[in-house]
């Protein structure tokens, strides 16, 4: 599997840092994990073959993770430099269908009808769903919004899994087992009380007892001094830990 960091940042405009976006490349599966502002065009910066995207997995609603849903099929109806026929799935949480049916009301139906077959998959938390030959996408459950969920997919026998946003969860930990690559939120410094994301602290926590191989943190409302968050996060977590950013390639062997 090979993983890009399209968007290492959050909703607050960051020159160096797109909105929430990843994108994972395995056997016949290229997949995009949520869809923040800047990802689109982000797609082309860095080189990655955004015209045969098999998926696309939105964790929740907020606007830093399905902002660009329609910029995306507007490319998919207009950009597209070659005739496709292989078919695109959405896939999201239940409401995912009415984020659609508004964005239809603005935009148009017919925006949403490129010359390929797409369908829209609605997870519910728990659920598995095969995206490849040898590919798998599992979903859990998220305390972030009503219907927020983390993604674990395996292919090959590698695992790597994705937090969306979210606070911390033993059962999150739990979902996370033994992956090879854990991409986590990582919000704040400290917790804050009443905001349903993730401090140093709790990311550190959260790798450590699902005990996964390498953690990769983005999502950063503090300003990021990359060597003092390494070491932060490695008091509690004693795997290798990557500082995302927008562009960084990883392959997950």
């Not at 997949?31 to 502002?37: E, K, S, T, W």
């Not at 609605?122 to 972030?144: E, F």
């Not at 191989?213 to 490695?234: G, M």
Request: aromatic share 10%.
């Amino acid at each position: 599997m090979k993983l890009t960091v399209i968007g290492s940042g959050t909703v607050v405009p960051d020159g160096k840092r797109n909105s929430a976006s990843y994108f994972l490349e395995t056997g016949d599966a290229r997949i995009m994990l949520d869809c923040g502002a800047g990802s689109l065009h982000g797609l082309n910066r860095f080189g990655l073959p955004w015209q045969k995207m098999t998926h696309l997995f939105i964790s929740h609603f907020h606007v830093d993770h399905a902002g660009e849903l329609a910029s995306l099929f507007f490319a998919f109806k207009h950009a597209l430099r070659d005739k496709r026929t292989e078919a695109f799935t959405l896939a999201g949480p239940r409401g995912l269908d009415r984020v659609m049916n508004g964005l239809e009301e603005a935009f148009g139906s017919d925006l949403f009808e490129p010359k390929f077959p797409v369908s829209v998959r609605l997870l519910d938390p728990g659920a598995r769903m095969q995206v490849g030959r040898d590919t798998w996408l599992a979903v859990a459950k998220t305390p972030h919004t009503d219907e927020s969920l983390a993604v674990r997919i395996e292919s090959n026998g590698r695992a790597l899994c994705y937090t969306g946003d979210t606070e911390y969860s033993d059962e999150l930990a739990e979902f996370f087992s033994k992956a090879d690559l854990l991409i986590s939120e990582c919000s704040f410094r400290e917790r804050k009380e009443g905001v349903r994301h993730l401090s140093i602290k709790d990311v550190a926590t959260l790798a450590s007892r699902a005990e996964v191989r390498r953690l990769v943190v983005t999502h950063f409302y503090f300003d990021v001094d990359e060597s003092e968050l390494k070491n932060e996060l490695q008091m509690n977590y004693s795997g290798e830990v990557i500082i995302g950013k927008d562009g960084l390639g990883l392959t997950v062997d």
